[in-house]
């Protein structure tokens, strides 16, 4: 999406990965082609608990945003692809 020039939003609730994504993708955020939100989709704003498998399932707290809110920053997007959607992108453990 983003070599075919496409405005690229990410919602990513996980800290660790949100800051991996901007260093990775540093070049695109610069520009203004990739936005980043690290937030967890929800039905309303607000907060959750997520956790993490790797440290025990301990729960960390994780800022909430809304589809609406999500459109009201960004704008209505032209497409919608959850995380299995996206090519390359790979596939949950079973």
Request: proline share 11%.
């Given at each position: ?7 690229v ?23 203004g ?19 993490i ?42």
């Open positions: 999406m983003l070599a075919a020039g496409q405005r939003v990410v919602v990513q609730p996980d800290a660790r990965i949100y800051y991996a994504l901007l260093e990775h993708f540093a070049a695109p955020v610069a520009e082609q990739l936005v980043l939100e690290n937030f967890a989709p929800a039905p309303r704003g607000g907060e959750i608990a997520m956790l498998p790797s440290d025990g399932g301990r729960p960390y707290h994780v800022v909430t945003i809304s589809w609406d809110e999500l459109v009201v920053k960004h704008c209505l997007p032209a497409q919608v692809l959850t995380a299995a959607e996206v090519p390359g992108y790979p596939a949950a453990p079973h």
